[in-house]
């Protein structure tokens, strides 16, 4: 990709818990400026992967180098030059907005002009000056996931780990947190980060994994995936509550280049949506509801997996 080396490179990385193995002998490179995504349900494996990139987790087996360095024997040195986003907020409750910067930069042994200095940037950065003297519990999710971001950033590190970004989080606030993220992209930060939600990762990621079963399954930028496993024009069709969908879906047969059938409604794969919708039409079938769209990567997603990302 780059004449640079890769900031993270990993050869048949894999990660056992007793007999259950969570990372199944992955292959990956992360590049110098890039935003790379993991994509998977829960139990895909995408956070244990995180959790050794982040060196809080060691390797089972195989090959893994952060920053140029074996994160068993060099974790400090790694730690040091990351920025960690986790899943959950740990904010210090007990601490203004502005000193749970100030207090975490000196974890790093910035001095305190030079740590307050940096807290005042970043809070502009992620647009809570305004809340800079204020404690941290009355803020709302999208306030304190910003926070979370911006306390991620005060070592200004080469490398910034984000574990599910935005969840629990409304659309709002995530619209403000991924212009946030794409700012720091635009900036040249590296982003590597997890999440189930498959428009997040259309939206920010210039190349992503999707995991499964704690392997990779497919990898390339959104595009590339829509692409390759999807058609440009997806038509979903409705046909009722109790409809026998299996039965329509045989019916269906040689329109577009194949149908998936849902719980709820058929997808039908074809590059010209509305000629595919025309052709069921044709055929006497009646759909009660018809959308024609774009693909995306939940697309991807059924193809590769037949599920939801989202599991409970």
Not at 29 to 39: K, N, R
Not at 230 to 247: I, N, Q
Not at 273 to 299: K, M
Request: aromatic letters at 6%; a negative charge.
């Amino acid at each position: 990709m780059t004449d640079s080396a890769p900031l993270i490179r990993a050869r048949g990385l894999v990660k056992r818990f007793g007999d259950f193995v969570a990372v199944n002998g992955i292959d990956l490179d992360v590049w110098p400026g890039e935003a790379f995504g993991f994509l998977g349900p829960n139990g895909a494996g995408k956070s244990s992967t995180m959790r050794m990139i982040g060196c809080v987790s060691p390797p089972s087996d195989g090959e893994l180098t952060i920053l140029g360095m074996d994160p068993r024997r060099q974790g400090p040195a790694i730690r040091a030059r990351l920025g960690v986003c986790p899943q959950e907020d740990n904010l210090d409750p007990d601490l203004t907005v502005r000193d749970n910067l100030v207090t975490y930069a000196r974890y790093f042994g910035i001095r305190r002009a030079e740590a307050r200095r940096r807290a005042a940037e970043l809070l502009e950065f992620v647009q809570l000056t305004e809340r800079a003297d204020q404690d941290v519990e009355p803020l709302s999710g999208g306030m304190k996931r910003r926070l979370t971001i911006a306390r991620a950033l005060v070592n200004q590190p080469d490398l910034v780990l984000l574990d599910e970004p935005t969840t629990g989080l409304d659309p709002q606030a995530r619209h403000l947190v991924w212009e946030r993220l794409f700012r720091l992209k635009q900036r040249g930060t590296t982003l590597v980060l997890t999440t189930h939600y498959m428009d997040e990762a259309e939206q920010l990621c210039d190349r992503l994994v999707v995991m499964d079963g704690g392997q990779i399954v497919a990898e390339g930028s959104p595009r590339a995936l829509i692409e390759r496993y999807a058609t440009r024009e997806v038509a979903e069709l409705r046909f009722g509550a109790d409809a026998p969908l299996d039965s329509y879906a045989e019916k269906l047969a040689g329109i577009g280049e194949r149908c998936e059938v849902l719980p709820d409604r058929i997808l039908l794969y074809a590059d010209d949506g509305d000629a595919a919708v025309a052709a069921v039409q044709a055929r006497e079938l009646s759909p009660t509801q018809v959308l024609v769209r774009r693909a995306t990567l939940e697309d991807v997603f059924l193809h590769l997996t037949g599920r939801s990302l989202v599991e409970t």
